[in-house]
C-alpha cells in the first residue's frame, strides 16, 4: 500500500508565483491544499483560482469569504485605535495577514494538515506576519516557504524560468501583459510595489489606481456624509445629498471605499521600514479606512478624557508596529487591544464630514457623552458657567507651579555658564 502524502495547505493566489509553487510542492511529496481568502480583491474569480489550483495539482481548493471578519475583528480593531504606521501607513496589508493566517490554521487542522506554505518573498514583511501568526495558532506545524529554498531559488532565477515551468506542466499563464510593479488587494486597500516603483523617483501613474480617482477628476459638488460611532466602532454611515444609510458592517465599510474613492480620498506615496530592515516604497489607496480613520479621531476629541487620549497614542503607535511586524496573536497585542477597547468605552456619538477633491474636511460633531461644554471653553463667559466651577485667576498659581521647574533649569544653567 502507498504511504500516505503529507498534507500540506499552501496560501494560493492564482497568480503565477503560488501556481509554480502549488506544482513544486505537488512534485516534492505533498498533497497540496490551495487556500483562497476573499478579503475583497476586485473583481476576482474564484471558481477559476479553484479550477486552476486543482490544474496544478492540488487535491482540492477551498475558498473562503472572510470580508465580514476581516472588516469587524481585524479593520475596525485598526480603525478604533487610530492606527498607523510611521506616521502615514494604515496597515492595508499588515493587517490581512493575521485574519488569513487564522483561516489557513483551521483548514489546516481540519484536514490533518501538518504544513503551511506561503509565496511571499525572502525580503519582505509577509513572510514574517504568516509565519508568525502561524506559529503562535499552531506550534506544531513546520512552514515552508520556497522562495526561501535553496533548491527551489536555484531553479527560479526570474520570471522567464518560472514561465517555462508553466509551459513544462502545463499550468495555465493570464494571457494578458502583467504589470510592471505587484499589487495586493483587499478591501481595506490597494498596495503597489516593486518593478517601476523600485525608483523612488518614478512617479505612480493614475492608470494603476483601482479604488480611488484622481482628486484632479473628483466631482466638482462635495458630499456630506454622517458617521456614528459606538464604542469606538462606526455603526452607521448617512450620505446626507442622496440618503443612503449603511449600518451592516460589510456593506458600511464598503459604501466608505466607494463614496471616499470617488471623492479620490486616501492615496499615499511612501518609503517605508520593513521589519527586516529594508527600506521599501510602496504606494497605496485606502480610501474608506481614511475617512473612518478621521471621523474616529474627531469623535475622540470631544468624548475621551484628555489623559487617556495621551496614553492611547503610544497604544496606537504600539499597535501599529505590532501589526505591521506580524504580532497580531502575540500576548502583547493582547494587552494592547484590551486597553483600546477599555479605552473606547465612551467613544460614541456623529461626526458630519465634506468630501471634496481628496480632502475631507470636519463640519460637525455630537456626542451624549461629550466632554466638551461651551459656557466651560466660551471666552464670553468669565467663570466656567453655572455648571463648573472655575475661576480664571487660579491659572496665576497654575502657571506659577508648572514653571518652577524651567526657571530651576534655567537658572542653574545661566551658573554653570559663568563658571
Same mark, same amino acid.
Given at each position: 500500500m502507498a504511504e500516505e502524502k503529507p498534507k500540506l495547505v499552501l496560501a494560493y493566489s492564482g497568480g503565477l508565483d503560488t501556481s509554480v509553487i502549488l506544482t513544486w510542492l505537488s512534485e516534492k511529496g505533498f498533497d497540496v491544499i490551495a487556500f483562497c481568502a476573499d478579503v475583497g480583491q476586485h473583481h476576482e474569480d474564484f471558481e477559476a483560482v479553484k479550477a486552476k489550483a486543482v490544474t496544478c495539482g492540488a487535491i482540492k481548493c477551498v475558498v473562503t469569504d472572510l470580508r465580514k471578519d476581516f472588516v469587524e475583528n481585524y479593520v475596525f480593531e485598526a480603525i478604533k485605535c487610530n492606527a498607523i504606521y510611521e506616521s502615514r501607513y494604515l496597515l492595508g496589508t499588515s493587517v490581512a495577514r493575521p485574519c488569513i493566517a487564522k483561516e489557513m490554521v483551521r483548514i489546516a487542522r481540519e484536514n490533518g494538515a501538518t504544513y503551511i506554505a506561503h509565496g511571499a518573498t525572502g525580503k519582505g514583511n509577509d513572510q514574517v506576519r504568516f509565519e508568525m501568526c502561524v506559529q503562535a495558532l499552531m506550534p506544531e506545524a513546520t512552514c515552508v516557504a520556497p522562495w526561501r529554498d535553496a533548491e527551489f531559488i536555484e531553479s527560479f532565477k526570474g520570471r522567464s524560468d518560472l514561465l517555462n515551468y508553466c509551459t513544462k506542466h502545463g499550468i495555465p499563464v493570464d494571457a494578458k501583459p502583467k504589470a510592471n510593479y505587484s499589487i495586493d488587494e483587499n478591501l481595506y486597500?490597494?498596495?503597489?510595489?516593486?518593478?517601476?516603483?523600485?525608483?523612488?523617483?518614478?512617479?505612480?501613474?493614475?492608470?494603476?489606481?483601482?479604488?480611488?480617482?484622481?482628486?484632479?477628476?473628483?466631482?466638482?459638488?462635495?458630499?456630506?456624509? +454622517?458617521?456614528? /460611532?459606538?464604542?469606538?466602532?462606526?455603526?452607521? *454611515?448617512?450620505?446626507?445629498?442622496? !440618503? $443612503?444609510?449603511?449600518?451592516? %458592517?460589510?456593506?458600511?465599510?464598503?459604501?466608505?471605499?466607494?463614496?471616499?474613492?470617488?471623492?479620490?480620498?486616501?492615496?499615499?506615496?511612501?518609503? +517605508?521600514?520593513? /521589519?527586516?530592515?529594508?527600506?521599501?516604497?510602496? *504606494?497605496?489607496?485606502?480610501?474608506? !479606512? $481614511?475617512?473612518?480613520?478621521? %471621523?474616529?479621531?474627531?469623535?475622540?476629541?470631544?468624548?475621551?478624557?484628555?489623559?487617556?487620549?495621551?496614553?492611547?497614542?503610544?497604544?496606537?503607535? +504600539?499597535?501599529?508596529r505590532l501589526c505591521y511586524n506580524g504580532f497580531w496573536f502575540a500576548p502583547e497585542m493582547d494587552l494592547v487591544r484590551h486597553t483600546v477597547d477599555y479605552s473606547q468605552r465612551e467613544v460614541e456619538g456623529k461626526v458630519v464630514l465634506e468630501l471634496y477633491k481628496g480632502n475631507i474636511i470636519v463640519k460637525g460633531r455630537e456626542s451624549p457623552l461629550s466632554l466638551y461644554h461651551a459656557d466651560l471653553a466660551s471666552m464670553d463667559i468669565e467663570g466656567g458657567g453655572e455648571a463648573f466651577d472655575y475661576n480664571p485667576a487660579d491659572a496665576q498659581g497654575f502657571i506659577r507651579i508648572n514653571s518652577v521647574r524651567l526657571k530651576t533649569y534655567a537658572a542653574l544653567r545661566a551658573k554653570a555658564d559663568k563658571k
Open positions: 486597500h490597494t498596495s503597489y510595489e516593486s518593478g517601476m516603483l523600485e525608483d523612488a523617483m518614478c512617479s505612480a501613474d493614475d492608470s494603476m489606481f483601482k479604488m480611488t480617482v484622481s482628486p484632479k477628476d473628483a466631482p466638482n459638488e462635495s458630499e456630506t456624509i +454622517e458617521v456614528d /460611532f459606538k464604542a469606538g466602532v462606526p455603526v452607521k *454611515v448617512t450620505n446626507r445629498n442622496d !440618503g $443612503t444609510v449603511k449600518t451592516d %458592517a460589510l456593506e458600511l465599510f464598503l459604501y466608505c471605499n466607494e463614496i471616499a474613492g470617488r471623492h479620490g480620498i486616501g492615496r499615499i506615496d511612501i518609503v +517605508e521600514n520593513r /521589519f527586516v530592515g529594508i527600506k521599501s516604497r510602496g *504606494v497605496y489607496e485606502t480610501p474608506g !479606512g $481614511t475617512l473612518l480613520r478621521e %471621523a474616529h479621531l474627531d469623535i475622540e476629541g470631544v468624548c475621551m478624557d484628555r489623559e487617556v487620549k495621551r496614553i492611547t497614542e503610544g497604544v496606537a503607535s +504600539e499597535f501599529a
